[in-house]
């Protein structure tokens, strides 16, 4: 009685404890909540994307050739739908009387335990029941094509766990998720035990006197559990309500980010992504604040019980504590900076905390900002074209090897070659690209002459590829070797090879046999073999294809690096021995031109590959939709587009969650320095009148006082530095087990080792200004009302 | 019959170099009914003396007797009920609960052990005190004085077989430390009430029945008045 009247009035008469004690419990309980949510609306769009997809847990695919086969699948249909859940039957009958069924199970409840681990043994079981011999049936783990039935577990059960295995999968899901927020919650516990710490230490005096006059150690601890207990209330009724809002806002804005456009259809984001509260984690979340609030307040009453009531009421200690004479700050910043280190430090259990939660706060915005903006640049760099993408979308014509087919092209009949423009023409006249490069590709097959090759090289690739003017550009980022024109002029070759066997090239010319290659019908196989025994230059695989050497030269303007070139991955990939040559000439038919080589493009593959990017990004259904009308026209297309957008859409939510933590976490931090540094001015206004009365001018004191706070966002910005650098060495050293070569893969995420020790730095040193700002504002608000008090009253 | 017996009392703070000793083999006795003062110059080991007997600071050794009972025996939490009934303790700088008005401040002790306070007599000490009008004020709107009536009144509330005032007029007037000693004074005489005072006022302590003079945690003198 006594204890509840107490801590009702300790509530209403220190409101500023009590305002920042509940702002406390709220961003703690408020984390967790939001957490939660988030997990449990993840793991719910999880489930419903997959049950949008596959409504079933497993699917039973039987063929049956007999009525009593029949008979026993509606037994087991029967049986599964009076106990189990519902069973939908698809049936397909062949000729033969010989049916195939698929059975899709959706079970409405977990399987029971005793009935064994697994829900493809327990189906079998089932079916077994109904009539079917048990060898008959295929489980995932014995999968036997000669089997009548196959059972097949969706990935539905995942997330929804019906049988042990998914169960124990989880398990494994939860607790990783808990683990992350168990670290969150233990750090939690420590900004509610900060608050409720401050509180006490702020009326130890009067926790003193009321030993003194004879209220027990456990009244006194009733008090502050009583105080936790209302404070409880209100504030995880806030922080349930922060946290499902910060939550909600979280997956709002994740959704507007462009996820849901990339990776489903709207009718799908519409039915599976939706918010979800998960009540069990709503109040594992409350159960946790609550214990957490009750666990501080109780330890704190257990703290202040601890001392005799004489050293609380006088705020004097048994123990001598040893003062540093020589502080970092005194030496740089004089009496002034000497006083500010003895005044934090003499607290320093509150100093720790408030040091650690900063330093949490800045670590976690420093690191988390660098991995966000080294992962955002490399898929910028992707889209700069320095990895082997040159835009985003490519468009393939195919001219294959029957010349039977070409032929049939009018372009071919008309001017002997293939009519790529005409491609060109549809992409340019669709009115949604940009203006498309182009490569014309071909290879041969070589014996290559060149002297600076041994045995084992000596058979090779010959890749010609002819770029059209704007792709020769900008693959040479406007520095050619040679210009376009003077290549197309002499009809010449920039060359290079992939695996850097050329090095020191200098002939102006190349030399090889050129390998024709004559495909062979199945039915002249045999005799030709026997006739061109030695013209089979491949066996196994190649054994169609018959080969006559004819021995040719190629003019070579230059030589390039194939570092250089290398990062347009498919120019290199599988090539040996690649010339570029331009659009122009191919057109001219300089190419063609050349007897033996025109024999050689006849007969050989030619690829066009058409790049260009969407000239509005909201144009991309009008892209795939160009691709569907012009299947006609390309082979195929490749879709950068759609991975960059994916990738990206998944970074931007990445971002914004780690965003929404960063900010809360910025949030406990922030109220844990007001908490801690205001009360600290508040609890000395009569050592700071002390001061002012024995002569220490507002100037000095106002010195003081941005000495203290500056020190504890020194000390937070230097442990968070160390902290950093020691994250990205561990970076450095996993990426270098799991790429194999840390450099490299550094340089990859970060450009360069420099830039992967400098960015955090820079970054904790971004967020220690404003820390600062907060730090000065928690001080000097309380100050400035202190101020304005007589110092006699004070 | 002695109330109040403390036999060999010692009290050090820290170790080593630091070593201070407060309280140095102290042994006196108190009868019931006694007003004694204490008095020395400071840091002689008044207070500590007087939080010793109060129990709101423990000895390095010695003893202290109360009633026969030895103090020191028991744990905190019989500690604590012993300074609620058996002790009033009043200090120089009131030492009362903020969040509590006058009233509330004086019935603590009784309302924590769980007594309802009888309202004749809370309304009687109120005005013995002088401090009826002001009985639902917050500390913070009372005068110096009408704070130690308060604290005196929290004191003396209970009954308590000793009555510790430490430095009780050290933080007033002369006009307010007259009548706070004069009800000190009128407690220890209606009441019978056992009292220690400390103080440094000479006029205080020659209104005591015993003055007893401290210096370096050691008794130089005791005498009657």
């Not at chain 1, 792709?471 to 197309?488: A, H, N, Q, R, W």
């Not at chain 1, 120019?571 to 001219?588: K, P, Q, R």
């Not at chain 2, 390095?60 to 025996?73: C, H, I, P």
């Not at chain 2, 005196?152 to 009555?163: E, K, M, Y």
Request: glycine share 6%.
């Amino acid at each position: 009685m006594f204890a509840r009247k107490l801590a009702w009035r300790y509530i209403k008469e220190q409101k500023r404890h009590s305002v920042l004690t509940i702002c406390s419990i709220t961003a703690a309980v408020g984390l967790v909540v939001m957490l939660f949510t988030l997990l449990g609306t993840t793991l719910r769009c999880c489930y419903e994307i997959q049950y949008n997809s596959t409504p079933f847990h497993a699917t039973v695919t039987a063929i049956i050739d007999n009525k009593e086969q029949r008979e026993y699948i509606n037994n087991f249909v029967e049986d599964f739908r009076e106990n189990y859940g519902t069973a939908d039957l698809y049936i397909e009958e062949a000729e033969d009387d010989i049916s195939r069924i698929d059975i899709y199970c959706f079970f409405d409840k977990p399987l029971p335990i005793s009935t064994g681990s697994r829900l493809d043994l327990f189906i079998a079981d089932m079916l077994a029941k109904s009539g079917f011999d048990r060898n008959e049936i295929a489980v995932e783990s014995d999968r036997d094509i000669a089997r009548r039935i196959f059972i097949i577990k969706s990935n539905l059960s995942l997330y929804n766990p019906i049988d042990n295995v998914d169960r124990a999968q989880w398990i494994v899901i939860i607790a990783v998720a808990m683990v992350f927020v168990a670290f969150i919650i233990i750090a939690l516990r420590m900004l509610i035990d900060t608050a409720f710490e401050i509180s006490s230490k702020e009326r130890e005096r009067q926790f003193g006197v009321l030993q003194s006059i004879g209220a027990t150690p456990k009244q006194i601890t009733q008090i502050m559990t009583v105080e936790g207990l209302f404070l409880s209330v209100v504030g995880i009724l806030l922080g349930i309500a922060l946290g499902i809002a910060a939550a909600y806002l979280v997956f709002v804005l994740v959704i507007k980010s462009g996820v849901a456009e990339a990776f489903f259809t709207t009718e799908l984001a519409e039915k599976a992504l939706n918010f979800h509260i998960e009540p069990i984690m709503l109040v594992i979340a409350v159960v946790v604040g609550f214990l957490w609030v009750m666990l501080s307040a109780y330890g704190t009453g257990l703290r202040v019980i601890k001392k005799m009531p004489v050293e609380a009421i006088s705020a004097r200690s048994n123990t001598v504590k040893k003062i540093k004479n020589n502080t970092v700050f005194g030496k740089l910043f004089g009496w002034e900076g000497m006083l500010a280190s003895r005044n934090n430090f003499r607290q320093k259990k509150r100093f720790t905390i408030s040091v650690v939660s900063l330093t949490a706060s800045i670590t976690l915005f420093a690191s988390a900002t660098t991995a966000i903006t080294a992962v955002k640049d490399v898929i910028l760099k992707r889209g700069d074209n320095t990895s082997g993408i040159l835009s985003e979308f490519r468009f393939n014509y195919y001219r294959p090897y029957d010349n039977s087919k070409l032929k049939q092209d009018i372009g071919y009949q008309k001017y002997g070659m293939f009519m790529y423009h005409e491609r060109e023409d549809r992409i340019k006249k669709s009115g949604i690209f940009t203006e498309p490069m182009y490569m014309i590709s071909t290879f041969l097959e070589c014996a290559d002459k060149s002297e600076t090759v041994d045995e084992n090289t000596y058979y090779k690739i010959v890749y010609f590829n002819f770029l059209n003017r704007e792709m020769y550009e900008k693959i040479f980022e406007g520095k050619p070797p040679v210009s376009y024109d003077e290549l197309s002029k002499n009809n010449s070759y920039i060359m290079y090879d992939n695996n850097g066997e050329y090095t020191g090239f200098s002939s102006d010319t190349f030399v090889f046999n050129a390998l024709e290659n004559v495909r062979i019908e199945e039915e002249y196989k045999d005799d030709i073999r026997s006739e061109y025994a030695d013209k089979f230059i491949y066996d196994g695989i190649n054994d169609y294809v018959f080969s006559e050497e004819t021995e040719q030269s190629v003019n070579v303007a230059a030589y390039v690096d194939t570092q250089e070139l290398s990062k347009y991955l498919h120019l290199s990939i599988g090539s040996e021995v690649t010339f570029i040559g331009t659009a122009d000439s191919f057109e001219s038919g300089e190419y063609m031109r050349e007897p033996d080589l025109m024999m050689l493009s006849n007969s050989a593959p030619h690829d066009v590959y058409f790049y260009c990017d969407l000239l509005d990004a909201d144009d991309y259904q009008l892209a795939a939709d160009f691709y569907d009308k012009n299947k006609d026209a390309f082979i195929d297309y490749s879709d950068e587009f759609e991975s960059m957008r994916r990738t990206v859409a998944f970074v931007s939510a990445v971002n914004i969650i780690a965003t929404a933590l960063n900010i809360i976490f910025a949030l406990i931090a922030v109220i844990n320095m007001i908490n801690i540094l205001s009360t600290g001015i508040i609890n000395r206004r009569r050592e700071i009148a002390a001061y002012q009365c024995i002569g220490m001018s507002e100037k000095q004191l106002n010195k003081m006082t941005i000495l203290e706070s500056l020190q504890y966002v020194f000390v937070s910005g230097i442990v968070s530095m160390i902290l950093c650098e020691v994250i990205m060495v561990l970076t450095v050293v996993l990426m270098n087990i799991v790429a194999g070569g840390a450099e490299n893969a550094v340089d990859y995420l970060f450009g360069n080792m420099f830039n992967a020790f400098v960015m955090p730095v820079l970054r904790v040193i971004t967020a220690l200004v404003p820390a600062f700002l907060a730090a000065l504002l928690a001080s000097f608000i309380p100050l400035r009302k202190l101020k304005k008090q007589p110092l006699v009253e004070r | 019959m002695e109330l109040l017996t403390i036999e060999n009392l010692c009290k050090t703070y820290g170790k080593g170099e630091n070593e201070v000793k407060a309280l140095d083999g102290i042994s006196f006795s108190v009868p019931k009914g006694q007003m004694l003062a204490i008095v020395g110059a400071s840091g002689s080991g008044k207070s500590t003396l007087l939080h010793i007997i109060g129990a709101v600071d423990r000895p390095t050794s010695g003893k202290v007797y109360l009633d026969g009972q030895d103090v020191f025996k028991q744990n905190n939490s019989n500690l604590a009920i012993f300074r609620r009934r058996q002790v009033g303790l009043i200090y120089q700088f009131y030492n009362l609960i903020p969040v509590l008005n006058a009233e509330e401040n004086m019935t603590l002790p009784m309302i924590m052990d769980g007594r309802k306070p009888d309202p004749a007599h809370v309304n009687k000490m109120l005005e013995d005190l002088g401090i009826a009008s002001r009985r639902y004020h917050l500390p913070s709107q009372l005068s110096g004085g009408q704070q130690q009536r308060v604290s005196i009144g929290r004191a003396l509330f209970n009954s308590p077989s000793v009555v510790l005032a430490d430095e009780p007029t050290g933080n007033l007037d002369s006009k307010n430390s007259a009548e706070i000693v004069g009800l000190l004074r009128k407690s220890n005489k209606e009441l019978n009430q056992t009292m220690i005072i400390i103080t440094h006022d000479e006029k205080i302590a020659l209104q005591c029945d015993r003055i007893i003079t401290l210096s370096d945690g050691k008794i130089i003198s005791d005498s009657n008045n």
